[in-house]
């Protein structure tokens, strides 16, 4: 018997989709690559309940939850999506799998330079709300437009606007300065906003559409997860880039309702 509902991407959104789907009681394989966004970072922040919490411990307590009610989880990556005559084909590394319904929670890619890299989310960071708080009052360097360095004021009055970043300076393991052009400002933080990539080529190849945010084109929903092409949904980051955990696991709920009404409709 296929499945149901396959979920690309066990991040937040997927596995709270999971959740929901699974307690629903309809069979549900999520297919994850395990490589959410924030894994960088050694604290997830404003998860209500849980701030502070390891991003994977998250993602380890959401997965017990979703085996719990016989949820069916994979680590591998999905390779190819098509639609077929009632469906769709999923195809990961080393089988095809087939569902009815499809949730993209693919998450997205933030660009960073190689010479940021290996202090990102730590103390160079895009999120002032999420990691903010950790570096207040010290001395915090905002690359970025004008708004977001008005923005990180909120958390520190010794704030430096650098309209390049072509070095940074770390000692004892921890960020020290930062090189833009020939000057060297001291700083304890980086805000850095890097470009970032939806991972939605699958999504785009079945048709979906997208619509401008300020970011660049993202797939369209409904607001519920709902995508253009009837029975294949997205939440998270994948559609929404503004989505912290807190939402993009809400998102992940919401879009699991809707599945799960759907199929209920189709059912007849
Ligand atoms: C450094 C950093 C720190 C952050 N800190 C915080 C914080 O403290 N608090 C907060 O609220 N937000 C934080 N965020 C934002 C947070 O990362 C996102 O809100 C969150 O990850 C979005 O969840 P998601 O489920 O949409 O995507 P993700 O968590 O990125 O999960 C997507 C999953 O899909 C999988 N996947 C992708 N493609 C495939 C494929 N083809 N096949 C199989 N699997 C696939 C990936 O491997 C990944 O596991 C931070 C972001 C960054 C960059």
Redesign the pocket.
């Known amino acids: 018997m296929g499945h149901e509902v396959v979920i690309?991407?066990?991040?937040?959104?997927?596995?709270s989709a999971a959740l929901v789907l699974t307690r629903a009681r309809r069979r549900v394989l999520v297919?994850?690559?395990?490589?959410?966004?924030?894994k960088?970072?050694a604290?997830?922040?404003?998860?209500l309940s849980r701030d502070g919490l390891s991003?994977l411990d998250l993602l380890k307590h959401g997965r017990a939850e979703v085996e719990g009610y016989g949820g069916e989880i994979v680590n591998?990556?999905?390779?190819r999506v098509t639609k077929t005559d009632d469906g769709f084909a999923v195809e990961l590394s080393e089988r095809t799998v087939h569902a009815q319904r499809l949730l993209f929670?693919?998450?997205?890619v933030?660009e960073v330079p190689d010479h940021l890299r290996e202090r990102?989310?730590r103390d160079v960071?895009?999120?002032p709300?999420?990691?903010g708080y950790e570096v207040r009052d010290q001395k915090l360097a905002v690359f970025g437009e004008e708004m977001k360095v008005a923005l990180v004021r909120q958390w520190s009055d010794d704030v430096t606007h650098v309209p390049s970043v072509d070095g940074i300076e770390v000692e004892d393991d921890r960020l020290v300065a930062v090189i833009s052009g020939s000057d060297r400002i001291p700083a304890d933080a980086l805000v850095y906003s890097a470009p970032v990539k939806p991972?939605d080529e699958?999504l785009l190849a079945l048709g979906a559409e997208t619509e401008k945010t300020p970011v660049g084109p993202f797939v369209r929903t409904d607001g519920k997860g709902r995508t253009s092409v009837p029975g294949v949904y997205a939440?998270?980051?994948?559609t929404d880039p503004a989505?912290?955990?807190?939402?993009?696991?809400a998102q992940?709920a919401q879009a699991a309702g809707m599945i799960n009404m759907d199929l209920v409709t189709a059912a007849g």
């Open positions: 690309i991407g066990g991040g937040a959104a997927g596995l297919v994850d690559g395990a490589e959410p966004r924030n960088p970072a604290h997830m922040h404003n998860y991003p591998d990556t999905v390779t929670a693919t998450g997205l933030d990102w989310g960071f895009s999120c709300y999420c990691h991972r699958f939440a998270g980051n994948v989505a912290i955990v807190i939402v993009a696991a992940g």
